[in-house]
């Protein structure tokens, strides 16, 4: 009876595994052929392939039906790791399975990015696969007792864990550059690969770890403001026919500012928590293995030393405030881990202004003053995390007016999520001005850092115009003193919040 299930399964197994090599072929990067690859990828490779058909057929009975949903679900990781490729240079990797739940709790930050051919495609995929399965093929139950069709089943699973457990015993090395781990192992190996790393322990040195002593304290604590905006990068270098005047609050900040630049960031398009933890951590993308693409699904639950743990042991009140939903990479979890006291979230913008879909730059700005004003004697680090210029921006429209706000000279066509970015990054400049009347007011010394977590995603944008270094830009200013010369200093993220105490007088922590 054996016989009759090997003779059913193993051909549908063998040609589900071939088509999926063949399907591989589509990602971008495409990966080696399979002959080129470690032994290990492709036992794993084609381990998990005879695994995941197994649990299938357990449910459906019927091997190419379960083998032609599994191609389904493959291609559709395939479309969706090229809509990524395609927005945001990074291919599909293991940490990236989380979001799928995220789109389905957030749809507009995720499922435009996937396109609707592709999604027609993946759908088309999937029900031709049912409808064939059904009608085409009968259980083998049919045929088979059930003690014959467990048996079998598990002796495929059990080949399978083991090409799996041969695959994992000589652990690939990866590089965690996402594209060339692709490349070079083929997608279903690079996925098992980044997911065993994010369970190896990762004890980087944390440079904000160390106790603070009488040495590390200031006569007089400024008050810190740091804003990480939203996509914010000065597109004026990306076409020369927008206006001078767009970022006029931003110029003047900048030219009386301790120093300002360039600005080396860990995200391209999207992503924010890894700027967003580079920053308040100090540790670079090396330092993190694997967690530098998502420090916040492993790493940052574990609390790890920031610069805002630093400044609570000084004395400081620490608080973030980011007008999104708090559960959004879990930052409701995280952020009391990193050292903030309190986390001002979504709920506390009800009935704000909004500019586009998100809470507006201004309305952020003016809680951020209310805060300032209602700080008392206590010393108050305000982190913002700005949410008005996040996209999907060609979800938007280009208002009446805003070409002849935003530029000297028409922007060729198919620019439109350009002049909708510009159209909030005028509102992220009228932020700025509005916070640094409000620190000027205050009557201690006080900084402002600004900076942007990432360039927009404008693909069509980039590929009529040019494509940006991925740099953002950022400024240090202070009150209660000179002046600063507006120097030019290029920067690394996990640099940026050292240079900010150092230059506000504290003795940076070396832990």
């Given at each position: 009876m054996l016989d009759s299930f090997w003779c059913v399964v193993l051909p549908a197994v063998a040609v589900g595994a071939v088509f999926s090599l063949f399907l591989e072929r589509l990602l971008q990067p495409s990966p080696k052929p399979f002959w080129r690859r470690p032994a290990a990828a492709l036992a794993i490779h084609v381990g998990l392939w005879l695994y995941f058909?197994?649990?299938?057929?357990?449910?459906?009975?019927?091997?190419?039906?379960?083998?032609?949903?599994?191609?389904?679900?493959?291609?559709?990781?395939?479309?969706?790791?090229?809509?990524?490729?395609?927005?945001?240079?990074?291919?599909?990797?293991?940490?990236?399975?989380?979001?799928?739940?995220?789109?389905?709790?957030?749809?507009?930050?995720?499922?435009?990015?996937?396109?609707?051919?592709?999604?027609?495609?993946?759908?088309?995929?999937?029900?031709?696969?049912?409808?064939?399965?059904?009608?085409?093929?009968?259980?083998?139950?049919?045929?088979?007792?059930?003690?014959?069709?467990?048996a079998g089943s598990g002796v495929l699973a059990l080949t399978g864990l083991l090409l799996i457990g041969f695959g994992t015993w000589r652990r690939i090395p990866v590089c965690f550059d996402a594209a060339s781990d692709l490349r070079n192992l083929g997608l279903l190996p690079a996925l098992w690969r980044y997911g065993e790393e994010e369970h190896r322990p990762c004890r980087p040195p944390m440079p904000f770890a160390a106790a603070v002593s009488p040495a590390l304290e200031v006569p007089a604590r400024p008050t810190l403001v740091v804003v990480q905006s939203e996509s914010f990068f000065d597109p004026r270098r990306l076409f020369s026919g927008i206006r001078d005047d767009l970022l006029s609050e931003y110029d003047a900040l900048r030219a009386r500012a301790i120093c300002h630049g360039p600005l080396a960031v860990a995200a391209w398009g999207a992503n924010t928590v890894r700027t967003e933890f580079a920053f308040l951590s100090g540790l670079s993308a090396d330092s993190l293995g694997v967690h530098r693409f998502n420090p916040y699904r492993r790493l940052g639950r574990q609390g790890v030393a920031t610069l805002a743990s630093f400044l609570k042991q000084l004395g400081?009140?620490?608080?973030?405030?980011?007008?999104?939903?708090?559960?959004?990479?879990?930052?409701?979890?995280?952020?009391?881990?990193?050292?903030f006291d309190e986390f001002i979230d979504l709920r506390a913008f009800a009935g704000a202004a909004r500019s586009g879909p998100y809470v507006s730059d201004l309305a952020v700005a003016d809680r951020v003053c209310s805060l300032l004003q209602e700080a008392g004697g206590q010393?108050?680090?305000?982190?913002?995390?700005?949410?008005?210029?996040?996209?999907?921006?060609?979800?938007?429209?280009?208002?009446?007016?805003?070409?002849?706000?935003?530029?000297?000279?028409?922007?060729?066509?198919?620019?439109?999520?350009?002049?909708?970015?510009?159209?909030?990054?005028?509102?992220?400049?009228?932020?700025?001005?509005?916070?640094?009347?409000?620190?000027?007011?205050?009557?201690?010394?006080?900084c402002l850092c600004w900076f942007g977590d990432h360039v927009p995603i404008m693909p069509a944008v980039y590929r009529t115009l040019a494509r940006p270094d991925g740099q953002t830009d950022y400024l240090l200013w202070r009150t209660g003193g000179e002046p600063g010369a507006g120097e030019r200093r290029e920067v690394s993220i996990e640099r940026l919040a050292g240079l900010l105490l150092r230059e506000m007088g504290f003795r940076e922590p070396t832990g």
């Open positions: 058909s197994t649990g299938l057929l357990l449910v459906v009975q019927r091997p190419f039906f379960a083998v032609g949903a599994l191609l389904a679900g493959f291609l559709f990781i395939v479309l969706v790791s090229n809509a990524k490729a395609d927005s945001l240079h990074e291919p599909f990797i293991f940490q990236d399975f989380e979001y799928f739940r995220d789109a389905l709790r957030h749809p507009r930050l995720y499922l435009p990015f996937l396109g609707a051919g592709r999604a027609v495609l993946a759908v088309l995929a999937l029900a031709a696969a049912i409808v064939a399965g059904l009608s085409m093929e009968e259980s083998l139950l049919d045929g088979l007792s059930n003690e014959h069709f467990l400081y009140r620490t608080i973030c405030v980011h007008p999104y939903v708090a559960s959004f990479y879990s930052r409701h979890r995280v952020l009391p881990r990193l050292g010393p108050l680090f305000v982190f913002v995390i700005t949410m008005e210029n996040h996209g999907p921006l060609h979800l938007e429209s280009v208002a009446p007016g805003d070409e002849d706000r935003f530029y000297s000279v028409a922007p060729p066509a198919g620019c439109d999520e350009l002049t909708i970015y510009l159209r909030h990054l005028a509102n992220a400049d009228r932020m700025l001005g509005r916070l640094r009347v409000a620190i000027e007011a205050l009557p201690d010394p006080a």
